[in-house]
T-cell receptor, first 112, second 108 residues
Framework: ETGVTQSPTHLIKTRGQQVTLRCSSQSGHNTVSWYQQALGQGPQFIFQYYREEENGRGNFPPRFSGLQFPNYSSELNVNALELDDSALYLC???????????FGSGTRLTVV | QKEVEQNSGPLSVPEGAIASLNCTYSDRGSQSFFWYRQYSGKSPELIMSIYSNGDKEDGRFTAQLNKASQYVSLLIRDSQPSDSATYLCAVVNNDMRFGAGTRLTVKP
């Protein structure tokens, strides 16, 4: 059973709205990354946080933003939703002793 | 050029055969390499990690790394129908980037 939990599991939003997705990582996992996975594609890197600071970002516009909190939880916020934002959003975390990332079960976002 | 490239497949092998999955990457500073398995509708699951040149074996899985050629591979021996999934190659240099994945089907 994964130690990384995401909420909600599914979400339907209207174009133009804002959404916040949440992730709770295992204790000690001070690095968290967020990914967008469209159907039939590999996960696309959105950004990474380490000790509450963003330390890496992929090719996503500024309307994708995030936060990481001291209790190993994090958020992905997306403003001005577009139809193409419909995807599975995954968070993954790791601790300093192991480079492998553990994934949460994901949030399926549908924008209509 | 994509950061991480995989043959998209699909790859189909008979039960009991060896499945060979390949991956190339562009960032020479990459330090860690992983293979994830993803079943349809599920999140990726880590199955192999490799950090230095050569082979690493774990049960029916063998990962191979050649940093000079910027090449990573995964061999699955004695393939089983339960191995049918999408296999994702992931490369880490500060953060982790994925290939598009190779869909593997193992036919009974």
């Amino acid at each position: 059973e994964t130690g990384v939990t995401q909420s909600p599991t599914h979400l339907i939003k209207t174009r133009g709205q804002q959404v916040t997705l949440r992730c709770s990582s295992q204790s000690g996992h001070n690095t968290v990354s967020w990914y967008q996975q469209a159907l039939g594609q590999g996960p696309q890197f959105i950004f990474q946080y380490y000790r509450e600071e963003e330390n890496g970002r992929g090719n996503f516009p500024p309307r994708f933003s995030g936060l990481q909190f001291p209790n190993y939880s994090s958020e992905l916020n997306v403003n001005a939703l577009e139809l193409d934002d419909s995807a599975l959003y995954l968070c993954a975390s790791r601790d300093v002793a192991f480079y492998g990332y553990t994934f949460g079960s994901g949030t399926r976002l549908t924008v209509v | 050029q994509k950061e991480v490239e995989q043959n998209s497949g699909p790859l189909s092998v008979p039960e009991g055969a060896i499945a060979s999955l390949n991956c190339t990457y562009s960032d020479r500073g990459s330090q860690s390499f992983f293979w994830y398995r993803q079943y349809s509708g599920k999140s990726p699951e880590l199955i192999m990690s490799i950090y230095s040149n050569g082979d690493k074996e774990d049960g029916r899985f063998t990962a191979q790394l050649n940093k000079a050629s910027q090449y990573v591979s995964l061999l699955i021996r004695d393939s089983q129908p339960s191995d049918s999934a999408t296999y994702l190659c992931a490369v880490v240099n500060n953060d982790m980037r994925f290939g598009a994945g190779t869909r593997l089907t193992v036919k009974p």
